[in-house]
C-alpha cells in the first residue's frame, strides 16, 4: 500500500511541473531555478516574476498566471510559502530540478561533438579519520559556488557548478573511500569551425589556463571543508592537468 501510496504522489510531482503544454513546463520549471539561486532561501513574489519573464523570454507571462503556477507547485510540496509571503524550494522541488538538469546536460552531450572542448583534471584521495563524503558534499553545496547533482548512492556524493552557461560542464566526485575526482569542461563559444581542432588545440592556452584555474579552486574549498571537519587530515593530490577533447 505505502509503496502505491509512494508512487502515485511521485506521479503528482512530476505531473505538476511537466504539464502536457511545454510552454507551461517551462514555466513553472523557470520558478524552482528561480527559487534556487536565491542563498538566503527566500524570494519575494516580483523577483521571481522577474527571473521567470527573463529565463522563458516571455514578458507578457502576468502576475496572475504566475500566481497560479506557485499555487500549484505548492499543494504538490515542490515549494512552500513563508510567513511573511515569500517562497522557498523544498527538498523534493529541488530534487525535481536537478533530475532535469542532469537530463538537460546528458541530452545536450551530442551537441558538443565537433567543438574542441578543455578539461581541467584532477584526481586525489582524503586522508581523514571517519570520513564521510556526504559531510563533505553537503558542506560544499552550502557554498554559493556548488550545488548538489541527484546522482548519488550511499559510497558517494556527487556535486556540480553552480553555473547554468551550456558552454560549462562540470562533476565533482567524493567517494567513501576517501577518493575523489574533479572534471570542469570549457567549451569557447566563438571556435571557427573551418579551422579545425589541432588549430583550436594549439591557440587554446587562455582556455587550458581557466580550466586549471577552475578545478583548482574547486580543490582549494575541498580541502578547506575536510580540514574544518577532520583534525589532522591529509589531501593527496597532484598539480590539476588540462588537456583538449
Not at 578545478?215 to 571537519?229: D, G, M, N, P, S
Request: aromatic share 12%; with cysteine.
Amino acid at each position: 500500500m505505502s509503496n502505491n501510496y509512494g508512487k502515485e504522489c511521485a506521479y503528482k510531482i512530476f505531473s505538476a511541473v511537466f504539464s502536457k503544454k511545454p510552454s507551461v513546463s517551462t514555466k513553472r520549471v523557470a520558478i524552482l531555478q528561480a527559487l534556487s539561486k536565491f542563498t538566503e532561501g527566500k524570494t519575494k513574489f516580483r523577483d521571481i516574476l522577474r527571473e521567470v519573464q527573463s529565463e522563458a523570454k516571455d514578458i507578457d507571462y502576468s502576475s496572475q498566471k504566475l500566481s497560479y503556477d506557485l499555487r500549484m507547485l505548492r499543494q504538490n510540496g515542490l515549494i512552500n510559502q513563508t510567513w511573511d509571503g515569500e517562497y522557498t524550494i523544498t527538498a523534493n522541488g529541488y530534487s525535481l530540478l536537478t533530475m532535469y538538469r542532469e537530463i538537460a546536460h546528458r541530452v545536450s552531450g551530442p551537441q558538443k561533438q565537433g567543438r574542441t572542448g578543455f578539461v581541467g583534471e584532477v584526481n586525489g584521495r582524503i586522508k581523514a579519520d571517519r570520513f564521510d563524503p556526504h559531510l563533505l558534499g553537503e558542506e560544499l553545496a552550502k557554498l554559493a559556488l556548488f550545488r548538489r547533482k541527484f546522482l548519488g548512492t550511499k559510497e558517494r556524493f556527487c556535486l556540480e557548478l553552480k553555473d547554468d552557461d551550456d558552454n560549462l560542464r562540470s562533476e565533482i566526485e567524493i567517494r567513501k573511500s576517501g577518493h575523489f575526482s574533479v572534471k570542469v569542461i570549457l567549451y569557447p563559444d566563438n571556435q571557427n569551425y573551418e579551422k579545425g581542432f589541432l588549430d583550436d588545440f594549439e591557440q587554446g592556452e587562455e582556455w587550458y589556463e581557466a580550466a586549471r584555474g577552475m578545478t583548482q579552486a574547486v580543490l582549494y574549498y575541498i580541502k578547506r571543508v575536510v580540514r574544518k571537519h577532520w583534525r589532522g587530515s591529509e589531501v593527496e593530490t597532484p598539480p590539476p592537468d588540462s588537456y583538449p577533447i
